[in-house]
Every structure is written in C-alpha cells, then in structure tokens.
C-alpha cells in the first residue's frame, strides 16, 4: 500500500512536469475521484499558464511514511513530505516558487479492483524549509 501511495505522487510529479498532461496515465492508474480531478484541474491550469514543476539538482524532496492504518479496502496513510520542487515557466526560465517545505500530510487509500489507490489527501501541518516532522523522524 505505501508503494502505491509513492506511485501516486510520482504520477503527481509526472503531470505536472514540462509540458503538464492531465492526462498522463500514471494519473488514473494510482488515482482515483476526488485526487483524481484535482490533480487534472491543477496540471490543466499550469499548462494553460505556460507553468510546470521541476525539482533541483541536488533534490532533498522525500516522502517518508509515519503511519499505515488498513481497515478492508480503505487505507489510511500518513506522512512527512520534504517538498523542493521548482513552480517555474518553462519558456523564460522563471522561477515562480522555489521554497522549501515540509508538510505532515494524511491520505486515504481505496482498493480499486485489486489496487490501490489514492483517493484524498489533506495537509494535517506545514513548516517553512526542512523542518517539523522531518527533524523529528530522522
């Protein structure tokens, strides 16, 4: 299940990458509605706006699992996200949004004929840089 969560976020990253595609397959094979949408309406508006998500050289973006909760076919899942990624305008250069953050986020996950998948996602805490629980689970 915690595979499956990083293959969402990783088809996440895929969207919205130089060009975003909302309709990256990556997208329905780990996500499902409300995510789903939101994830598509987010890379949708970065393309209309000549916007993508890059991440830099030396990267610290990591996705550390805190707890797992599986009860039937919904998943519980919580964990620490160091963001780094780069908002910026392919065509210029432009970097729009570089800072870095740490955020505890909780998602639920839903087995989809066998898989799992990614369903919502909310941000339980957010800190400037790498900091909260990523200074606290390391």
Request: charged fraction near 20%.
């Amino acid at each position: 299940m915690v595979d499956a969560y990083l293959a969402a976020m990783e088809a996440f990253d895929q969207a919205t990458a130089d060009p975003p595609n909302p309709d990256h397959p990556a997208l329905a094979a780990t996500t499902v509605d409300p995510v789903l949408t939101e994830v598509r309406n987010l890379a949708a508006s970065w393309k209309g706006f000549g916007q993508a998500l890059r991440y830099p050289q030396s990267s610290v973006h990591e996705i550390t699992p805190l707890t797992v909760e599986i009860d039937g076919g919904t998943a519980t899942i919580e964990t620490c996200n160091v963001d780094d990624g780069i908002l910026y305008e392919p065509a210029s250069g432009r970097v729009l949004n570089d800072k870095v953050t740490t955020a505890h986020d909780r998602a639920t996950m839903t087995l989809v004929d066998g898989t799992w998948k990614l369903t919502t996602r909310v941000q339980v805490e957010k800190w400037e840089g790498v900091a909260g629980c990523a200074v606290a689970s390391s």
